[in-house]
């Protein structure tokens, strides 16, 4: 037997569809602010430092995009970085001897406030998302706003429909409590166009600003200097545009 299809009143598009949207959006941009002015100024790394990880991001840059330079681009590279990172000419920090104990970032001020401010946003995250699903399970749970205009599997069903306990509606009407989740997923893009890079500056100055610890036993930036040469040294050189004339004659020759 067939169901007979659902009628939505058009009110609903403006007493549940519209705020839920809206509210989202307002709250987290709110949120967002928030986070800004509760985050401490990140902390600035000696130059030294910078220099330091820079360097060794040149050395594996190069390793990985070294076909497209010209074989006298790339030994002028090679010669240099090879040169300057063997004799640890830039290292941050004197290479220490095997007598020495290596720093815990456990007990590192600097690993521990970024530890806590990590916990920080994971728990505001955790909190904001748990008011406003409350908010809307509140106000607008049994809900019906839409229809989907493409078929969908059954698989969606669960997804689509949360909060409404009905076994023959269609599986592309969408609840209330579903478009609330669809809304938290989609909202990076209107994020991006009201706050800009805005919504990424913390993280990314975190990121630029602070070194990642170095774990006990593991390797010190000297050790990978030193690897870093090695493999420069050993590479064979090969040239993407080497012999492109009759590779693409090969290719297209016949036709």
Same mark, same amino acid.
């Given at each position: 037997?067939?169901?007979?299809?659902?009628?939505?009143?058009?009110?609903?598009?403006?007493?549940?569809?519209?705020?839920?949207?809206?509210?989202?959006?307002?709250?987290?941009?709110?949120?967002?602010?928030? #986070?800004?002015?509760?985050?401490?100024?990140?902390?600035?790394?000696?130059?030294?430092?910078?220099?330091?990880?820079?360097?060794?991001?040149?050395?594996?840059?190069?390793?990985?995009?070294?076909?497209?330079?010209?074989?006298?681009?790339?030994?002028?590279?090679?010669?240099?970085?090879?040169?300057?990172?063997?004799?640890?000419?830039?290292?941050?920090?004197?290479?220490?001897?095997?007598?020495?104990?290596?720093?815990?970032?456990?007990?590192?001020?600097?690993?521990?406030?970024?530890?806590?401010?990590?916990?920080?946003?994971?728990?505001?995250?955790?909190?904001?998302?748990?008011?406003?699903?409350?908010?809307?399970?509140?106000?607008?749970?049994?809900?019906?706003?839409?229809?989907?205009?493409?078929?969908?599997?059954?698989?969606?069903?669960?997804?689509?429909?949360?909060?409404?306990?009905?076994?023959?509606?269609?599986?592309?009407?969408?609840?209330?409590?579903?478009?609330?989740?669809?809304?938290?997923?989609?909202?990076?893009?209107?994020?991006?166009?009201?706050?800009?890079?805005?919504?990424?500056?913390?993280?990314?100055?975190? #990121?630029?600003?602070?070194?990642?610890?170095?774990?006990?036993?593991?390797?010190?930036?000297?050790?990978?200097?030193?690897?870093?040469?090695?493999?420069?040294?050993?590479?064979?050189?090969?040239?993407?545009?080497?012999?492109?004339?009759?590779?693409?004659?090969?290719?297209?020759?016949?036709?």
């Amino acid at each position: 037997m067939a169901v007979p299809d659902l009628i939505i009143d058009p009110s609903l598009r403006y007493w549940v569809l519209l705020p839920i949207s809206l509210v989202m959006i307002l709250f987290g941009i709110l949120r967002q602010y928030i #986070q800004i002015l509760l985050n401490p100024t990140p902390k600035l790394q000696p130059l030294s430092k910078i220099r330091e990880s820079e360097h060794i991001k040149k050395a594996q840059l190069l390793k990985t995009n070294y076909i497209n330079l010209p074989k006298r681009d790339f030994e002028s590279r090679q010669s240099y970085l090879s040169e300057k990172l063997s004799n640890g000419e830039y290292l941050a920090e004197e290479i220490k001897t095997d007598d020495d104990q290596p720093k815990n970032p456990l007990t590192d001020p600097g690993t521990s406030d970024a530890m806590m401010n990590m916990a920080k946003n994971s728990m505001g995250n955790f909190l904001s998302q748990t008011i406003m699903m409350g908010w809307t399970n509140f106000f607008f749970a049994g809900f019906v706003l839409m229809k989907l205009p493409f078929p969908l599997t059954l698989r969606f069903k669960q997804m689509l429909q949360s909060g409404v306990a009905t076994t023959d509606l269609d599986v592309r009407w969408v609840s209330s409590i579903s478009w609330y989740f669809i809304v938290t997923l989609g909202l990076n893009s209107i994020y991006n166009v009201f706050l800009g890079d805005g919504s990424k500056m913390p993280n990314q100055m975190q #990121q630029q600003t602070m070194a990642p610890p170095m774990m006990p036993g593991g390797p010190t930036p000297d050790k990978i200097m030193n690897q870093e040469a090695n493999d420069l040294k050993i590479i064979p050189y090969q040239y993407i545009l080497d012999d492109v004339d009759s590779r693409v004659l090969k290719i297209y020759g016949s036709k």
